[in-house]
Every structure is written in C-alpha cells, then in structure tokens.
C-alpha cells in the first residue's frame, strides 16, 4: 500500500505564498504523473497542475504564473519517498480549497498502473 500525505496549508492573506508537500510512504518502481488537484465543497475536484516524467507541467488557467510544481528524482521512481511540492504565490480567495496530492504510477514492477491520492490540506485565502 502506498500513502501520500500532503501538508503546509493553512490560512493566508490574499497575496500570500504558501508551499504544500505530499510524500508518499515508499518508493515507486515508475511514476507516470505528479499532479496536484483541488475541490471547493459543491464543486468537482479540478485540476490544478501536472508533471510527467519528462519533466514537463502543465497548470489550469488561473494559477499560472502564480503556482510552481516541482519535485525531487521521484519522477524517476528513483527517490525512496517521492515527494512533490506546489508553490503557490500571489494567492487569491478563489484559491481556497482542499487541495490534494496525486500520483500515477507503478509501485512494483508486477503492479498495475494506478492512481494515487492523499487525504487533503485546507487553504484558506482571506483577509
């Protein structure tokens, strides 16, 4: 079984950073995609930003420029926990969400491709 586990949310004033983390409990055999995604209650959770493996990302329309994903060898499967990180600057109220950690990958060379989620960290943006 792999957990992820994201953290670094909280509450910030518009125009803040914060900066989320997701680790994941063990290493993967191969990573597809690193992605962070969020959810308002009433809404679908929405895709905020991709990585794949090599190395290309891609952000929705309202946070480019503003978010930044990054992450260490894990996009290689070589890192022992593959860990992700989401800049976020110049923050906005409509920013508030749950936001949460997604990996694509194969934890064992027999495993299939799948999808991996982390319970979520709160981001509040208000004055």
């Known amino acids: 079984q792999v957990q992820l586990v994201e953290s670094g949310g909280g509450l910030v004033e518009p125009g803040g950073s914060l900066r989320l983390s997701c680790v994941a409990s063990?290493?993967?055999?191969?990573?597809?995609?690193m992605a962070w995604y969020r959810q308002v209650p009433g809404k679908e959770r929405e895709l905020v930003t991709i990585?794949?493996?090599?190395?290309?990302?891609?952000?929705?329309?309202?946070?480019k420029g503003r978010f930044t994903i990054s992450g260490d060898d894990a996009i290689t499967g070589d890192a022992a926990k593959p860990t992700v990180i989401l800049h976020m600057n110049r923050l906005k109220p409509e920013d508030t969400a749950v936001y949460y950690c997604?990996?694509?990958?194969?934890?064992?060379?027999?495993?299939?491709?799948?999808?991996?989620w982390g319970k979520g960290t709160l981001v509040v943006v208000s004055a």
């Open positions: 997604n990996i694509e990958g194969w934890v064992t060379e027999s495993a299939g491709r799948r999808n991996y």
């Open positions: 990585m794949d493996t090599l190395g290309f990302t891609n952000y929705t329309e309202s946070v």
């Open positions: 063990r290493r993967f055999f191969g990573i597809a995609t």
